[in-house]
């Protein structure tokens, strides 16, 4: 049985996944935060340097390279957008993210744990959301690609819960969103048992 | 064995009165291991002070007097305040305690996965049993009653299984499952014997005794500083130094020699007593129940439902005596609990790991077909090793004045490290199966990482951008991640597109 791609694309191959790529606002994004954290970055320099006397060509010197070198990050984070993307496909989702080391994620329907839509204020404001999936690999590893449009993330999302839940039913009851959820659950009582164990000591 | 009546649970239970003891020892020896040391050198400078001349034991005596009776009461609230008994109505296992603060932890019966019981040498003194419960969602202990008599211990460890088995509905366990006959099913009780453990950690754990020694070592000074400073004295401060400055070469070497060979004996003994007389035996083929341990007494039962990844260390010694280090990796959903998931078989030999693996996998584990990676690894570890050994010489000469047969030295390390990455390259590989999934690496000690495809959770293949022929793969379990790169990377797509639509395929659960 072959595992064909559905929908979101209209390219199939036999064996190239086409990647649906993120949107492109989401660069924006990066930007703004980027420009934010060089400013700070910046101004703590200028603070740094003009408290501690350093002369004024060491000073330009060094944040001139600060600034070059967060040029170059935002080039190459601008460069990776072309290898950002997700493909939904019949019984797997699959992320590509990366640029110097592009890594494509292929996670199974059937060992999804939860599926999570987490959206920051700059996200709220251009319209996107970022992809959470959790399985029950050790640690906490999760699975996530950012910049998804919004209407696009809740389309994936219903569509790998809907998913999730039609393989729970050939399972039968003791499929593996139960035991997901069970777990959630547990986890959650864990943190607070924790917690509460803190407290006491 | 007396079997309790299911009733008695039904109400809050104490533990066994011995328990206050019991109490009353932990809590001392959680002191002394915080205060003891200081408390020796508080002692010790009392004791030397002009106050001691004066006043004499008194003081001390009445202060340890205190001192215990605090502790003694301490441990009578904890335990009179410690109470556990199954809630009918709600289905669940309760537990209370806290003196000030009340803790109610509550188990719905259903989650209970495993019940074991263990001693350590206060509990053996004393004569109790401690009993945890563990739920499906964590790897480690829920809940711990310290100090049961024997039959309670028994009794409601069987108590617990059985009403889990009862509300673990949807569950399909057969009937071979119940704990009740585990006693019934006498397999045969299989040892791995104290020479073969003896072997196994002395040749492959060297490693390990060696950073536990350093570890110590570092903890010990950074504590002799801290102390020197905390009672102002310069006087051992000096002393150590003058000392350090009387020691010449053939001492110096003495000392090293010794401080190497501490590892060794140390590790030796750490393994011989921890894992002392080890055996195992099939209960039924849902569990396997092992005892181990010397001080310590050590009862598991591991769920053979729940093993994500079975490891096989073994080096050439080994191998040609046919035993190997076999570790089983349990599903663990909580960071930092790794240790506590994981059951090691020190020098099990191989009609045993035979028997393991046919509880296992019901079946002798395949390799199927071999895939390798590129030379190019080796050729880079190579330069990246010439570079390394390369920088060091020149760092020697130049700071150091190191004469011209240094340079032979290096040569020499450069071999050794070369003759390592060959046997490196040559023991890396993933052997392919419809079964299993093969991790092999490792130069003198060699690692086989074994995981079914069922138990996978999920994948990721890497390539760099400037080198998109060579790919990397990572196979994630609920136990960890199996990880090899510099593979061809069509192959590992290919590959990985496979097992993607295997899992998503398969109706077996991964726990």
């Known amino acids: 049985m072959e595992n064909v791609q559905v929908a979101l694309s209209t390219m199939l191959q036999a064996r190239e996944v086409s990647f649906e790529p993120i949107s492109p606002r989401y660069f924006t994004i990066i930007a703004i935060r980027w420009f934010i954290f060089l400013l700070a970055v910046l101004g703590g320099w200028t603070l740094i340097a003009g408290l501690n006397d350093i002369p004024l060509a060491t000073g330009l010197l060094i944040g001139g390279g600060l600034l070059v070198a967060a040029g170059i990050w935002l080039a190459v984070m601008k460069l990776s957008f072309k290898y950002r993307g997700i493909a939904v496909r019949e019984y797997d989702v699959v992320f590509r993210t990366g640029f110097i080391n592009i890594t494509e994620t292929l996670v199974p329907y059937n060992r999804v744990q939860h599926v999570k839509l987490i959206r920051g204020v700059f996200e709220k404001m251009f319209g996107l959301s970022a992809l959470y999936i959790y399985t029950a690999a050790g640690g906490n590893h999760n699975l996530s690609i950012a910049g998804l449009k919004a209407a696009d993330a809740e389309k994936i999302k219903s569509y790998i819960m809907d998913k999730v839940r039609i393989g729970e039913e050939v399972a039968g009851p003791a499929g593996d969103i139960q035991a997901a959820e069970a777990s959630a659950e547990d986890q959650d009582n864990e943190h607070n048992r924790e917690e509460d164990s803190h407290g006491n000591q | ?511």
């Open chain 2, 1 to 511: 064995m007396e079997t309790n009546n299911t009733a008695t649970f039904l109400s809050p239970n104490r533990m066994s009165r011995i328990g206050v003891l019991l109490l009353f020892v932990k809590q001392l020896m959680l002191y002394m291991r915080a205060f003891g040391l200081i408390l020796i050198l508080a002692v010790y400078r009392y004791l030397r002070s002009e106050a001691f001349e004066t006043y004499g034991f008194r003081y001390v005596l009445l202060l340890l007097f205190v001192f215990f009776a605090l502790v003694l009461v301490t441990a009578f609230l904890r335990y009179r305040n410690f109470r556990f008994y199954i809630d009918q109505e709600a289905e669940a296992f309760i537990l209370e305690k806290g003196i000030f603060s009340k803790e109610k932890t509550i188990i719905r019966l259903e989650k209970i996965f495993q019940i074991n019981l263990q001693q350590n040498v206060w509990q053996q003194v004393f004569d109790v049993y401690e009993l945890e419960v563990e739920t499906a969602g964590s790897a480690r202990a829920e809940v711990r009653i310290p100090a049961l008599s024997e039959p309670v211990a028994n009794a409601l460890k069987i108590t617990l299984q059985a009403y889990a088995l009862q509300h673990r509905s949807g569950d399909n366990i057969d009937a071979a499952g119940i704990p009740g006959e585990e006693v019934a099913a006498s397999a045969d009780r299989r040892y791995i014997g104290t020479g073969n453990i003896f072997y196994a950690s002395l040749l492959s754990h060297y490693g390990n005794g060696l950073r536990v020694t350093l570890g110590f070592l570092l903890v010990l000074w950074s504590q002799f500083n801290d102390w020197a400073q905390l009672f102002s004295s310069q006087t051992e401060e000096e002393r150590l130094m003058s000392w350090w400055e009387a020691l010449d070469s053939e001492r110096l070497l003495v000392i090293v020699v010794l401080l190497l060979l501490i590892p060794f004996v140390i590790n030796t003994i750490r393994f011989v007593i921890k894992y002392y007389n080890i055996s195992y035996q099939v209960l039924n083929p849902r569990e396997l129940g092992i005892d181990y341990g010397l001080f310590t007494l050590q009862h598991r039962i591991f769920q053979v439902q729940k093993l994500q990844e079975l490891n096989i260390v073994s080096n050439w010694f080994l191998r040609k005596k046919g035993i190997s280090f076999v570790t089983l990796l349990q599903s663990d959903n909580t960071v930092g609990r790794r240790q506590k998931s994981t059951t090691v078989f020190p020098g099990m030999s191989d009609a045993q790991l035979a028997q393991l693996e046919g509880l296992f996998f019901g079946q002798r584990i395949q390799q199927g077909t071999v895939i390798r990676p590129y030379v190019n690894k080796l050729v880079l570890a190579m330069l990246l090793r010439l570079a390394a050994v390369a920088a060091l010489g020149w760092f020697a000469t130049a700071f150091f004045e190191m004469p011209v047969e240094g340079w032979w030295l290096a040569a020499l390390i450069l071999a050794w490290s070369w003759l390592m990455a060959v046997l490196r390259f040559r023991n890396d590989a993933f052997y392919l199966h419809k079964d299993f999934i093969i991790r092999q690496s490792g130069s003198l000690r060699r690692t086989r990482k074994i995981i079914e495809p069922h138990k996978i959770q999920h994948m990721e293949v890497f390539r760099k951008i400037w080198r998109p022929k060579f790919g990397s793969i990572a196979i994630y379990t609920a136990s960890g991640v199996i990880y090899g790169s510099w593979y061809d990377y069509d192959t590992l797509y290919r590959w990985s597109e496979g097992l993607i639509s295997e899992v998503s395929r398969t109706s077996r659960n991964w726990m």
